[in-house]
């Protein structure tokens, strides 16, 4: 029998306690959102990385951006995309200057829905961390996830 390498085994039971707090919090995100505003947590994480896009040349995301920023491969952004677009909350188009490069923004309503569910998520991640925190396996990486919150708190 093989013995254990004890850095190994903390080193998995640290990626063990970070799954476990993503899924959580995804959980929570999610039951919220979807019961509040019809939206999933990959939608809304969609609408929010598009959102963010500034105008002007330079200023606009290829999909494979998007999918990095969502965490989706690109087919599954692009079914993602598709499913928005198709309930008014996205729309697409060519890009200017590289026909083959295809543009993608919020529209008036997505971003109205977006700003709408911007509470509920951001309400709803403050709890799920709380509640985390709560749990000693957890709550160091709550406080390491706290403590990366604070630069990009302004960047909505």
Known sequence: MAATDPALTALADGWDALSVLHD????HLERALQARHDLSAREYALLDVLARQHGGEGGHL????VADAVVLSQSATTRLVSRLEDRGLLTRYLCPTDRRGIYTDVTEQG????EEARPTHDATLREALAEAARNPELAPLV???RTIEAPTAGRR
């Open 111 to 114: 971003r109205k829905l977006l």
């Open 143 to 145: 406080e390491a996830v």
């Open 62 to 65: 290829q999909m494979k951006q």
């Open 24 to 27: 959580r919090i995804e959980t």
